[in-house]
């Protein structure tokens, strides 16, 4: 019963209510309050054990094996690009490209005033990646770019001989007990590392404990307590100077995830696919939708559940939890 984890039943079937109203299509949600799932729904024809893609939530999952290669020796986030790529550069590379980092791809700060559009050409990505102009100085400018995130997925492939799915498999996906995901591959055979992941609602869920316990799991570190403080904190401002405080996307971004207001930090992908930490609240929300808006969405979160948590059981309510799984039951997506 939710009401033992201090969240209130009634809290939880307004927000699914508000969901299934308010936004284009919403899929499942799962909410995990101090690591017990105390409630989950999907929208038929979506179900538990249906993979759903990731989008750019992806991005989360390839910041995690550059954590992991760094942990092993493999690579350091410092190291300069190029290095990695010695046949593959321009004949005559920028200075800014030659400056660029690990560090600034996986900030988003990899200096180009576009991101390139490597994933609309069967042409070498890498390349197209390095040809591109990199008008600004790494690390000083913002710019949200899912070709740097590919390149983190080939920088792990080059040093550790292994597509990302692959290097994850011991390290991430079989710990976590995530069965047989799927990773979609660039023209050249290399994973994604920018979108392309298809996972289940409760690997999201699983994923975002993992991050809320540190990068522990069952006792063991299996990803480095030191990368999830760096992964999940601000690491630079994306704001550009413009203040919104209803929004979501100006808070800062760490390495390859999103800051968000109330403290909390999330991976995140087109139409609605979320992984929300909140760990003042020692809590999870995971997503899944075909959403256009992604931050009415979020404000759901904010405006229904937030307020919900409290730091003590309630008295329970078994009136308010039959109507939450009688509508639970009926759901159905609208796309």
């Not at 989950?40 to 390839?62: G, N, Q, V, Y």
């Not at 030191?226 to 760490?254: E, F, R």
């Not at 909390?264 to 609605?272: I, N, P, V």
């Not at 256009?292 to 939890?321: F, H, I, R």
Request: net charge positive; with cysteine; aromatic share 10%.
């Amino acid at each position: 019963m939710p009401e033992a984890h201090g969240v209130s039943s009634v809290s939880i079937l307004k927000f699914v209510q508000a969901a299934d109203k308010e936004l284009d299509a919403i899929h499942s949600f799962m909410l995990v309050r101090d690591g017990h799932v105390i409630a989950e729904c999907w929208w038929a024809p979506e179900s538990p054990d249906k993979p759903h893609i990731m989008w750019s939530l992806t991005k989360s999952f390839t910041s995690t094996a550059v954590g992991l290669a760094q942990a092993e020796g493999k690579l350091a986030i410092d190291d300069k690009v190029l290095k990695y790529f010695p046949d593959d550069a321009p004949n005559n590379p920028s200075e800014n490209l030659k400056e660029m980092r690990i560090r600034d791809l996986l900030t988003m700060t990899a200096g180009h005033e576009l991101p390139p559009r490597v994933r609309e050409s069967d042409a070498d990505w890498v390349k197209q990646f390095l040809a591109h102009s990199v008008k600004h100085k790494p690390g000083t400018f913002f710019r949200y770019n899912t070709a740097a995130s590919y390149m983190l997925g080939v920088i792990v492939k080059k040093t550790t001989g292994e597509n990302l799915i692959e290097y994850l498999e011991p390290r991430l996906f079989k710990p976590l007990g995530i069965a047989k995901p799927k990773w979609e591959t660039c023209p050249q055979e290399i994973t994604i590392g920018g979108y392309g992941l298809h996972v289940c609602t409760e690997d999201i869920a699983k994923f975002g404990q993992l991050y809320l316990q540190k990068g522990k799991w069952n006792g063991k570190q299996i990803v480095p307590e030191s990368w999830v403080n760096m992964a999940t904190s601000k690491q630079v401002d994306n704001s550009k100077g413009i203040i919104m405080p209803h929004s979501d996307w100006l808070v800062g971004y760490g390495f390859q995830f999103w800051q968000c207001r109330h403290g909390a930090y999330r991976g995140d992908g087109k139409g609605g696919q979320f992984c929300i930490v909140m760990p003042q609240y020692n809590t999870v929300v995971a997503m899944t939708a075909n959403n256009a808006d992604m931050q009415v969405q979020l404000n759901l979160v904010w405006k229904y559940l937030l307020p919900a948590l409290k730091n003590k059981p309630l008295p329970s309510n078994e009136k308010g939890l039959r109507k939450l799984k009688q509508t639970v039951a009926g759901l159905k997506a609208s796309k």
